[in-house]
């Protein structure tokens, strides 16, 4: 619904605007004169659309527009007028109006006026949020790197490392909690690389069975097992001349250790069921949330292994350890998940900005992101408020669910409501997948299908 201001000083055509857009489902707000026009546009604040008269005892529209578009220079304005030729239409386009109506005039033009109206509105107001969100963008490119956002000490320190290291070929392992961007330095890493122009591929090694992993990291011949139907090509073979990204290394078995240790020391493999030695040229980029030193000693992960990924060792700090990271990072996930979730949003206020600084993040920085695309559904105006953010953001139940609006369908409740079960046991598990899956009662396939299906990892 638009709030529509009608400023005429005669009450019949004041009267018939106003049953007008009433009946169009907008508000009306009426003024019989221009001062009084001018008074309860700037009270209201926030005028949709304004009609008003050009001729009126108390100086008329010429002045009522200049002062309208003092007080707001993207109000959007039309005439009202006795005397409709190319002189008045010129005089109320330099006063400022999108457009001008004719006396007398039917409900029906007047109706095709104010959708124009309405209309050239959202552009322009939708244009303010872009240049909002462009500008606060630049603001914030001085602390970030490609697609990751930090100023703080600890984040400048891995830019540095990653434009350092890049260049070279060198197997780098990137260690950090669950959240805090592992895959994002991966890609960084590739981007500013001689190797840029080459494949990027992934594999969560956690995510797969031993076998299934065999399968996908290495490739199968056809008939080399039961569903081996045709020859698939392996995530090492697809990676040639590129980036091989092995997220979640410490959690393969010992016997897939040993195969990925001599592929790394020959660059070379064979298929599952396939006798052909075949030569890769990849660089390996590790990542995991576990220490892998200690997994060694415990004799868990093979020390030559290690060596072989910990050539350049990369540590990233939990959000935690950078508070001051978090109103950019906020700001960035805002600009890059309202326009398919709230495109009306376009920031968050201070307080619940104080909120996000303060909380702790066990989720780390995905968790901060699926705070803002929750809180974004919930949002009613167009910024994030604290109602608007999860319960244990809120000070409530962190266990608590928060029920989608009433007008929502009910798969789209549905699936809110698993998302946000989903995340809250990925959050309590500390990121930890295999936890995440004990917790909710599911295997751990239908997880990784979940996380995946709702953008979690």
């Not at 009084?36 to 604040?45: C, I, K, Q, S, T």
């Not at 002045?63 to 109000?75: G, S």
């Not at 592992?182 to 590739?190: D, Y």
């Not at 065999?214 to 090509?233: C, D, P, Q, W, Y």
Request: charged content about 25%.
């Amino acid at each position: 619904m638009a709030t529509i201001l009608v400023i005429d000083d005669n009450e019949t055509i004041r009267e018939g605007l106003a049953h007008t857009v009433r009946r169009m489902g907008h508000e009306p707000l009426i003024a019989s004169s221009g001062r009084a026009g001018v008074e309860l546009f700037r009270r209201h604040g926030n005028v949709d659309f304004l009609i008003t008269d050009l001729k009126m005892e108390d100086g008329g529209g010429a002045e009522v527009l200049r002062q309208v578009f003092a007080t707001d220079p993207d109000a959007v304005a039309m005439v009202i007028t006795a005397y409709g030729n190319v002189e008045t239409a010129v005089e109320c386009m330099k006063l400022g109006a999108f457009d001008f109506l004719t006396k007398p005039f039917a409900p029906e033009v007047v109706r095709l006026k104010i959708e124009g109206a309405l209309a050239l509105r959202a552009a322009r107001r939708a244009r303010s949020r872009a240049e909002a969100t462009v500008a606060a963008l630049h603001a914030d490119a001085a602390a970030g790197y490609g697609e990751m956002v930090g100023a703080s000490t600890g984040m400048r320190q891995v830019f540095a490392m990653i434009e350092k290291v890049a260049p070279t070929d060198a197997s780098v392992l990137v260690v950090g909690e669950s959240g805090t961007g592992k895959e994002l330095v991966a890609r960084a890493l590739h981007t500013r690389s001689r190797r840029a122009a080459g494949p990027f591929i992934k594999v969560n090694c956690s995510a797969l069975a031993e076998t299934l992993l065999e399968s996908e990291l290495f490739g199968h011949e056809k008939g080399s097992f039961t569903g081996a139907v045709k020859r698939k090509l392996g995530r090492f073979e697809l990676a040639d001349g590129g980036t091989l990204f092995l997220d979640e290394i410490g959690d393969i078995s010992q016997a897939m250790q040993l195969r990925l240790l001599r592929v790394l020391q020959e660059r070379e493999l064979e298929r599952v069921g396939g006798e052909q030695t075949i030569r890769v040229d990849v660089r390996v980029v590790a990542a995991t949330h576990k220490d892998l030193a200690a997994e060694v000693k415990q004799g868990r992960f093979r020390e030559d292994l290690f060596y072989r990924l910990h050539v350049v060792p990369m540590t990233l700090p939990p959000l935690r350890d950078r508070r001051d990271d978090v109103p950019q990072l906020a700001r960035h996930f805002v600009a890059k998940l309202a326009p398919r979730t709230n495109a009306r949003v376009t920031g968050l206020d201070d307080a619940a900005l104080g909120r996000l600084v303060a909380w702790s993040w066990p989720g780390n920085v995905r968790e901060l992101e699926n705070a803002i695309e929750q809180a974004l559904v919930f949002a009613d105006g167009e910024t994030i408020g604290v109602a608007a953010l999860p319960p244990q953001l809120r000070g409530e139940d962190p266990d608590a669910l928060a029920l989608p609006k009433a007008d929502a369908a009910l798969p789209d409740i549905l699936e809110e409501l698993e998302r946000q079960l989903l995340v809250k046991a990925y959050t309590k598990a500390g990121g930890v997948k295999t936890e995440t899956a004990r917790l909710l009662g599911i295997k751990p396939s239908a997880l990784y299908y979940k996380l995946e299906k709702y953008g979690i990892i």
